[in-house]
């Protein structure tokens, strides 16, 4: 438990009184009297999780704005004590106007879900639609949808009900926001799209949330386009909505595909190997089932663990995607993985685009870990603001 004495004594005394007055099922009252989130029986009982659990965030974001509301202050103009500073977006909400403001051949396509698949970005992209969700956007977006719902259950026709609901939502936005009824209908009626704080949240968008991987898919640029080449059409893009001196100071975003995306590797086509010769240094065989074997390419790493040595020094190994096992969606190390002879102590793990300054004994270098350069002398690849030079340096310095 994550909570004092006295505190851990009253929540499992109200957890309890839930459970036996069948206000909770007993699923969740496990998850409730978990003693920790890691451990046999935390993977135990969490490794059923469904997506439907996620709902439970609806009562967090609502227990948070409550919370913010009560325990900060705000500054507030004369006569704005009425409205809310703090306020949650259903995703509803965040997806609907995601597909307004959005180009809808990129970021504002209808399903996302491809993706969510590659990219870590989609989670920035919905930060950045919130954001511009001001508290009377989110009204004028949500009665949007209920008006719609009314009008298509009826039969396309506007019903008292439709016009009663049209009428509290226009004084609403007049009492608190001190629109003007003939905007406010104007805008819940004939406008097919919410206005957003930004202008040129599209362009925006389109043009600063992608990376080389982004523009190859979007785009269908050739996969020999090379890096400088992309360099140039994301800064011409930036000089296309600002001015020069502020694109400049703009860097294409490191990461954003997901790695684990990339762990089942590529499928042989046209080499077919023998066994025994497929299982050479840089081949790994999987055995599916009786005379049926995959070869896998086993000369690429995951990542990069850094460990401390038993004699306190700080050295590299290279973790291989043919090192790892998936389970429940997780990546684990194989359990008859073997660590160097001299491995004590984990420090940390490296990935593509993860940021570094290592401490030498006369200087300090900076830069984004791009690849290994040779992992038997401890050299690895960095990059300085995502360009396409690089430059190897060993990592046998004090960190």
Not at 21 to 40: A, Q
Request: a positive charge; aromatic letters at 14%.
């Amino acid at each position: 438990m994550y909570l004092s004495a006295e505190k851990e004594k009253e929540f499992k005394q109200r957890v309890n009184k839930l459970f036996k007055g069948n206000k909770i099922t007993e699923k969740k009252y496990r998850y409730f009297m978990l003693e920790s989130l890691v451990g046999e029986d935390a993977e135990k009982i969490l490794g059923d999780w469904k997506t439907r659990n996620l709902n439970d965030t609806r009562y967090i974001a609502k227990f948070l704005v409550k919370y913010f509301n009560d325990n900060l202050y705000f500054a507030r103009e004369k006569g704005d004590d009425k409205r809310p500073v703090v306020y949650a977006v259903k995703g509803a909400i965040t997806s609907s106007l995601r597909r307004q403001w959005l180009n809808k051949e990129t970021w504002g396509r209808y399903d996302k879900g491809e993706l969510k698949k590659i990219t870590y970005f989609d989670h920035a992209v919905d930060a950045i639609v919130i954001a511009n969700c001001l508290p009377a956007y989110v009204i004028i977006a949500a009665e949007n949808h209920k008006l719609r719902d009314i009008y298509y259950s009826a039969g396309k026709i506007k019903t008292e009900e439709y016009r009663k609901s049209l009428d509290n939502c226009v004084d609403t936005l007049m009492k608190y926001y001190g629109m003007s009824p003939a905007v406010s209908r104007k805008l819940l009626e004939k406008v097919k799209e919410t206005p957003s704080l930004l202008k040129n949240i599209r362009f925006e968008v389109e043009y600063r949330v992608r990376d080389y991987e982004l523009m190859k898919y979007f785009f269908n640029y050739d996969t020999k386009v090379g890096e400088d080449t992309l360099d140039q059409i994301f800064r011409n893009d930036l000089y296309k909505i600002y001015d020069h001196q502020f694109a400049d100071s703009i860097e294409m975003p490191i990461v954003s595909i997901k790695p684990e995306r990339k762990y089942s590797g590529q499928m042989v086509k046209d080499n077919f190997l023998k066994k025994r010769v497929a299982n050479s240094e840089n081949k790994y065989v999987k055995t599916i089932d009786k005379n049926n074997d995959a070869v896998l390419d086993n000369s690429y790493y995951y990542c990069v663990e850094v460990y401390r040595t038993r004699s306190g020094n700080i050295d590299l190994q290279g973790i291989k995607y043919t090192d790892l096992v998936n389970k429940n969606k997780k990546l684990y190390l194989k359990p008859c993985y073997k660590y160097p002879e001299n491995y004590y102590k984990y420090i940390m793990y490296l990935f593509k685009g993860d940021y570094l300054r290592i401490k030498g004994p006369k200087s300090t270098r900076l830069g984004f870990y791009k690849a290994v350069n040779n992992i038997n002398q401890n050299s690895i690849k960095i990059t300085r603001y995502n360009s396409k030079y690089t430059r190897a340096f060993e990592k046998n310095q004090q960190q």
